[in-house]
């Protein structure tokens, strides 16, 4: 079974430009998290999605960020007009409805982002 | 405000020496916790969790951890590190008031075992 897959792995953009990030579940998992790691700091939760509706959005920064996912597959975050501080590592994490909230989510590798 | 601590940036032991990575946590009643390990250019990999009962918890790869509500830690453990468990560790936990249940992670913990 295929996991949870991030592309690009690395992204390096200046100031101003737009960046897409894509997540691609794993195959047949409602849900779909997008976090966030901050240089040397903790992951920090942005979004949720169950299948296509945004479920919980209160961790995205500000409205430069958007979120979608058509038809409840992949995911894309789109950060316009990105900023210095937008830089880290965007992790995109999957899970299957069984046990609740107590549901192991299963992570991607991570897109480094860098803004110069 | 829930909120995680992994007081050690990094943990440096030899091989074969016990490893402990230390987690406490402040959420309002019980959560789940959980560990997740990440190796270099690699995504985060579950290790085990603590949704109920037995407070030693058994995960992949030989580690443990004791979840210990008086001292709010889940400590992981593992008796005897290998070179190959080099990697960074996160701890995180899952309000379970929060119906929808993200994660609060820690900032994470650098383990460095030395042959």
């Known amino acids: 079974e295929a996991g949870v897959t991030q592309f690009p792995s690395h992204s390096v953009i200046e100031k101003g430009q737009t960046v897409t990030l894509r997540c691609d579940p794993i195959s047949g998992h409602d849900n779909l998290y997008w976090y966030r790691r901050v240089m040397g700091k903790e992951i920090k939760f942005l ?7 945004k479920q919980d959005e209160s961790g ?18 789109k950060v316009q007009p990105a900023e210095l501080e937008d ?4 992790f995109c994490a999957s899970s299957q409805p069984g046990q609740g909230i107590a549901d192991t989510q299963y992570f991607g590798p991570g897109t480094r982002l860098t803004v110069l | ?6 007081p050690e940036d990094q943990v440096n032991v030899a091989e074969g020496n016990p490893l402990t990575v230390k987690c ?18 690699r995504g985060l990999q579950f290790l085990l969790k603590y949704i109920t009962g037995d407070n030693l918890v058994k995960g992949s790869y030989g580690f443990e951890a004791e979840f210990n509500k008086s001292q709010t830690s889940f400590h992981l453990k593992k008796p005897s590190a290998l070179v190959s468990d ?3 560790y ?7 008031t929060d119906s929808w249940g993200k994660f609060q992670f820690g900032a994470g913990t650098q383990v460095v075992v030395t042959p």
């Open chain 1, 47 to 53: 979004l949720h999605f169950v299948k296509e509706s």
């Open chain 1, 60 to 77: 995205m920064p500000n409205n430069r960020f958007l979120a979608e996912r058509t038809g409840g597959t992949y995911s894309t975050l």
């Open chain 1, 87 to 90: 830089s880290g590592v965007y």
């Open chain 2, 1 to 6: 405000a829930q909120s995680v601590a992994q």
């Open chain 2, 24 to 41: 406490t946590y402040s959420v309002s009643g019980n959560p789940y916790l959980f560990w997740y390990v990440q190796y270099p250019n």
């Open chain 2, 86 to 88: 080099s990697a960074l």
């Open chain 2, 90 to 96: 996160f701890c995180a936990v899952r309000d379970r």
